[in-house]
């Protein structure tokens, strides 16, 4: 019986994102953008999901009034409104397009040529259309291999996969299985693009916002073990459909000798790395994730 009022349940939910699908594809990506935002910050504040957005704010930055917190998870709805929106039209970006929607700052040199003789990994978080990073690497001329979390709907799960396409490279379904593919991709060549921003259970305590979140420790053992470079990749929303897509200078990966030492020390560095992105403007973060322990 339970399974049954799941199966239904599932098929309405699917329903509902395939109208929206089917509506925000019809619509250019600049309309459907405003669409999918203002719906987004219509109706997202009053679910009871926005108070892990409120709990996680007033703990993370705690310096912030009532009206920041509420200006900023109406800000958040919004920019999750209009990733969303922007789904079907993901194939029609051209990244590097001169005078284009998305805007290039490219302090690691990726856009001009890689080494072939290195790998490659990209991490990003889920701030701003965080979709535009592997897109960008993969018209970039890299091989990319991603790992996500998929939806607990299957068929949501496939129209995703549907909408993200080629563009995104290969994407690998979180899992047992998905640390040994991570493995035999580098080892042929591809670049890793990695969202590192979700809570691990199973990970290892690394300091974010002042108060240790459990990290997964994967980018760090693959840098070090393939001696990778590491670049930070962020994409920020500038105005509706248009962004700055930003590849950082490549973090140093350290070698002591002392492999939890170093894996620390680098994931210390990446969730640095994350926590300036998002104190710069936290209304493009997704401040839903439990990314702390209660």
């Not at 953008?33 to 910050?41: D, F, P, V």
């Not at 890299?142 to 396409?165: C, D, E, H, M, S």
Request: charge should be positive.
């Amino acid at each position: 019986m339970a399974e049954a009022r799941r199966a239904r349940r599932d098929r309405l939910e699917a329903l509902g994102a395939r109208l929206l699908y089917i509506l925000f594809r019809l619509l250019p990506i600049d309309a459907a953008s405003a669409l999918g935002g203002a719906l987004a910050r219509l109706v997202g504040p009053r679910l009871g999901a926005s108070k892990r957005a409120v709990v996680n704010l007033r703990r993370a930055l705690p310096t912030l009034d009532e009206a920041d917190i509420r200006r900023i998870v109406r800000g958040m709805w919004e920019n999750l409104g209009r990733v969303v929106a922007e789904y079907p039209h993901l194939g029609e970006i051209d990244i590097f397009q001169a005078g284009g929607r998305v805007e290039i700052i490219d302090d690691a040199g990726v856009s001009r040529g890689h080494d072939p003789a290195r790998s490659y990994i990209f991490f990003s978080a889920h701030y701003g259309n965080w979709e535009i990073a592997a897109i960008a690497a993969t018209q970039a001329g890299f091989k990319i291999t991603q790992v996500y979390r998929a939806p607990n709907n299957p068929i949501i799960n496939g129209l995703l996969v549907n909408a993200r396409g080629p563009s995104s490279g290969e994407l690998i379904r979180k899992g047992p299985k998905a640390a040994r593919r991570l493995i035999e991709a580098v080892a042929q060549g591809h670049a890793l693009a990695m969202l590192v921003d979700q809570k691990m259970n199973d990970g290892i305590a690394v300091p974010f916002f002042g108060r240790d979140a459990m990290t997964a420790p994967a980018l760090a053992r693959l840098a070090r073990r393939f001696d990778s470079i590491v670049v930070p990749a962020r994409v920020e929303r500038l105005d509706g459909a248009r962004f700055r897509l930003t590849c950082e200078a490549p973090l140093p990966v350290p070698h002591t000798g002392d492999a939890h030492a170093d894996i620390l020390a680098l994931m210390t560095t990446v969730n640095a790395t994350v926590e300036r992105w998002i104190r710069a403007d936290p209304a493009q973060w997704f401040w839903l994730h439990r990314r702390w322990p209660e």
